[in-house]
């Protein structure tokens, strides 16, 4: 059960072959998503070799093999954890009810919006990062995103498996509209806010890897606590892809602020940037902006649908079944940090609803060990400075701060202070214009951009100059792979 078969068109651990209909229909979306990806996946390199892993098996251990695919030949498929025997439901009102193997009549709607959310995220975020290719720092740094990349293409794949096999016409529907939207169009926008930005540099990609993906760590592992079971599996396996992501983009802006040091010490000034590095401050900009975008991306604090997803047993806490306490929440208040009166103070509030700002504070807690990380950097050049993750109310959109104007120290201020200090803050158009001057390809192996460090080690155990992206590509084969 644990290995994939591949020898089915759609390599899968789910017997897909079993079950005619599911597999004629997902047969049939395949070239769909063939087409979304070579329309809107990684441009001008769809006939290269990438040194990919590829998911072999769901076990803890070896899920992984390692070899040279195109990427349109890459074996996406269909992928859940092993079933947990007499898995039972862990909170809200169906507590210790076996866990559904079918979608609960009544929950259908709601459990439809979640994954549709959920999938919708992952061919937007391939979508952002389309362009980057052509100015990779490195063949490692290329491998990486491709990685990244044709993983969550497979999320995708994961969210329409279960439309598909679980939600009838309707799911199909769904299905198709995942591959029509597109991210930033204004006809057509992806769903969630941060997914409509753009993503135009690396600064921007590894960010984005670091905050966003992390968001999608503590969703998924909310959605691995559900009822529905399928759901649960499915968010478990796509969980051990995930860990690479947020790898690619914490250890991505290690090695900037590790360059940014080196270039500190050797000139003896903050400011690096004519030197062809990136400033501590700039830096700081970005993770500004991306960290109060992925914010937004758990929704209010206050949100009656989180607390209808948990009593229903559709969407958990992160971690839920190593609490101790009732997973009812009826009684129970959680802090929730809001402004009053022009001040921000922290109140007591029903816990069912307070879920969002609960994950918030797991995944801001998370972030934090990944900026002290960052700072040791900093630190063991010498050098006195320092990253801070801003106010969790800094630049919001949505929820409790989303009117009004918080620093990133935490006060509330004026509209026109929040306008005298944006430049300050958050990415400057002279910060985007800097960082793109640096956007120069490095395709040569083992060769690195003279903004980021090289890696410490590479990828399964190749060496840092191995060639990760073969670059020459045989004559007709590119007018194949588009
Ligand atoms: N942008 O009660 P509220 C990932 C909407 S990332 C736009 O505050 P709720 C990945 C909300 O939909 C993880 N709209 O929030 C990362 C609702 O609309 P309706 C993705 C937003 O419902 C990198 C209204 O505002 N997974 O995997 O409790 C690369 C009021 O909502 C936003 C999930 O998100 C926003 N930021 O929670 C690749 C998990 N926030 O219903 C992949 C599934 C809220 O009034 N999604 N709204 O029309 C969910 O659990 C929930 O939908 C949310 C929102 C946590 C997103």
């Given at each position: 059960?644990?290995?994939v078969?591949y020898t089915?068109r759609?390599?899968?651990n789910?017997?897909l072959a079993?079950n005619r209909?599911?597999l004629?229909?997902l047969?049939e979306?395949?070239?769909r998503?063939?087409?979304?990806w070579?329309e809107?996946?990684?441009?001008g390199?769809?006939?290269?070799d990438?040194y990919?892993?590829?998911?072999i ?5 070896g899920?992984a093999?390692?070899?040279w695919v195109k990427m349109p030949d890459y074996?996406?498929g ?7 025997r007499?898995?039972?439901?862990a909170?809200?009102?169906n507590?210790?009810?076996?866990a559904?193997?079918d979608?609960p009549?009544?929950?259908r709607g709601t459990?439809r919006?979640l994954i549709?959310?959920q999938?919708d995220?992952?061919p937007a975020?391939?979508?952002q990062?389309r362009?980057l290719?052509?100015t990779t720092p ?5 491998r ?5 990349n044709?993983?969550?293409g497979?999320?995708?794949?994961a969210?329409v498996?279960?439309l598909h096999?679980?939600?009838?016409r309707?799911?199909?529907?769904e299905a198709?509209?995942?591959?029509q939207r ?6 057509k926008?992806r769903i ?5 930005e753009?993503?135009?540099d690396?600064?921007?990609f590894?960010?984005f890897s ?5 968001d ?8 691995a606590?559900?009822?529905f079971?399928?759901l649960?599996?499915t968010c ?9 992501h ?5 250890a991505?802006?290690?090695r900037v602020?590790q ?5 500190m010490r050797?000139?003896?000034?903050a400011?690096?940037?004519?030197y ?13 902006f991306?960290?109060?975008v992925?914010?937004d ?11 209808n997803?948990y ?9 839920e ?8 929440l009826r009684?129970a208040?959680y802090?929730v940090?809001?402004?009053?009166g022009?001040?921000i103070k922290?109140?007591?509030e029903?816990?069912l609803t307070?879920?969002n700002e609960?994950?918030?504070d ?5 972030c934090?060990r990944?900026v002290?990380?960052?700072n040791?950097?900093i ?5 006195d400075?320092?990253l801070?993750l801003?106010h969790r109310?800094?630049?919001r959109a949505?929820?409790n701060?989303?009117d009004l104007h918080v620093?990133?120290?935490g ?8 306008e005298?200090?944006?430049a300050a803050?958050?990415p400057?158009?002279?910060d985007?214009?800097h960082?793109?001057?640096?956007m120069t390809?490095?395709v040569?192996p083992?060769?690195?951009a ?9 990828i399964n155990?190749?060496?840092v100059?191995?060639?990760y992206v073969?670059?020459?590509v ?6 194949r792979?588009?």
């Amino acid at each position: 059960m644990a290995r994939v078969d591949y020898t089915e068109r759609i390599p899968n651990n789910v017997s897909l072959a079993e079950n005619r209909r599911l597999l004629r229909a997902l047969e049939e979306w395949q070239p769909r998503y063939l087409d979304w990806w070579r329309e809107m996946g990684p441009e001008g390199f769809q006939a290269r070799d990438v040194y990919l892993r590829t998911a072999i098996s769901v076990d803890p251990q070896g899920w992984a093999h390692f070899d040279w695919v195109k990427m349109p030949d890459y074996r996406w498929g269909i992928f859940l954890a092993e079933p947990e025997r007499g898995r039972t439901i862990a909170f809200g009102d169906n507590t210790g009810a076996p866990a559904w193997q079918d979608v609960p009549g009544e929950h259908r709607g709601t459990l439809r919006r979640l994954i549709v959310t959920q999938g919708d995220t992952e061919p937007a975020s391939v979508e952002q990062q389309r362009h980057l290719g052509r100015t990779t720092p490195s063949l490692y740094d290329l491998r990486n995103l491709f990685q990244v990349n044709v993983e969550e293409g497979r999320h995708l794949w994961a969210m329409v498996y279960l439309l598909h096999a679980h939600f009838g016409r309707d799911g199909r529907e769904e299905a198709e509209a995942l591959l029509q939207r597109r991210s930033g169009d204004s006809d057509k926008p992806r769903i969630l806010g941060a997914f409509n930005e753009r993503t135009p540099d690396w600064l921007s990609f590894f960010m984005f890897s670091f905050f966003t993906d992390r968001d999608g760590k503590y969703q998924l592992a909310a959605l691995a606590e559900s009822g529905f079971d399928p759901l649960s599996r499915t968010c478990r396996f796509m969980l051990t892809e995930e860990a690479h992501h947020m790898f690619v983009g914490e250890a991505g802006i290690s090695r900037v602020v590790q360059k940014t040091c080196e270039l500190m010490r050797e000139h003896k000034t903050a400011e690096v940037s004519r030197y062809g590095g990136i400033d501590l401050a700039m830096i700081q900009r970005y993770l500004n902006f991306h960290f109060s975008v992925s914010l937004d991306l758990f929704g209010s604090e206050i949100s009656t649908n989180a607390a209808n997803f948990y009593t229903a047993g559709l969407k958990g806490r992160f971690e839920e079944t190593k609490k101790t306490d009732d997973h009812l929440l009826r009684e129970a208040t959680y802090p929730v940090t809001c402004a009053e009166g022009g001040r921000i103070k922290v109140a007591e509030e029903p816990a069912l609803t307070a879920l969002n700002e609960r994950l918030r504070d797991d995944y801001v807690a998370d972030c934090q060990r990944g900026v002290d990380r960052w700072n040791a950097v900093i630190k063991r050049h010498g050098l006195d400075a320092e990253l801070r993750l801003p106010h969790r109310g800094f630049h919001r959109a949505i929820g409790n701060f989303a009117d009004l104007h918080v620093s990133p120290d935490g006060r509330v201020v004026s509209a026109a202070e929040w306008e005298a200090q944006r430049a300050a803050w958050l990415p400057t158009p002279a910060d985007q214009a800097h960082v793109a001057s640096l956007m120069t390809p490095v395709v040569e192996p083992g060769k690195f951009a003279g903004w980021i460090a090289p890696p410490a080690r590479g990828i399964n155990s190749q060496p840092v100059e191995f060639e990760y992206v073969k670059l020459s590509v045989r004559a007709g084969e590119e007018g194949r792979h588009g």
